[in-house]
Nanobody, 121 residues
Framework: QVQLVESGGGLVQAGGSLRLSCAAS????????MGWYRQAPGSQRELVAT???????NYADSVKGRLTISRDNAKNTVDLQMNTLKPEDTGVYYC???????????????WGQGTQVTVSS
């Protein structure tokens, strides 16, 4: 009843840029925090950036100054602008959204399907 659709991954050379987008749809009453996580091969999923409904942001130290998270509350979307990409940014990127569905009383975490980002050296 809730869908998260990600787009924007791909292959880029080191120093390049990519923009990821995630759109939430379905029986949504309200959205709280939104965020992006990534998982490199052989590693655990890790936080990249989060943004509250009032647009307060939090970033992993490794991406500060290079990646920027933003959201559009009217469209239920969250984006990740990635600049000055490094090979260590390679991984599958997942959006995460806390959603209160219609007629529910608790927020639930939802995950996108993941989009591959590959940065070549």
């Amino acid at each position: 009843q809730v869908q998260l659709v990600e787009s924007g991954g791909g292959l880029v050379q080191a120093g390049g840029s990519l923009r990821l987008s995630c759109a939430a749809s379905g029986r949504i009453f309200s959205i709280n925090d939104m965020g992006w996580y990534r998982q490199a091969p052989g590693s655990q999923r890790e936080l990249v950036a989060t943004i509250t409904r009032s647009s307060s942001t939090n970033y992993a130290d490794s991406v500060k100054g290079r990646l920027t998270i933003s959201r559009d509350n009217a469209k239920n979307t969250v984006d990740l602008q990635m600049n000055t990409l490094k090979p260590e940014d390679t991984g599958v990127y997942y959006c995460n959204v806390r959603i209160l569905q219609l007629r529910n009383t608790m927020y639930t975490n939802y995950w996108g399907q993941g989009t591959q980002v590959t940065v070549s050296s």
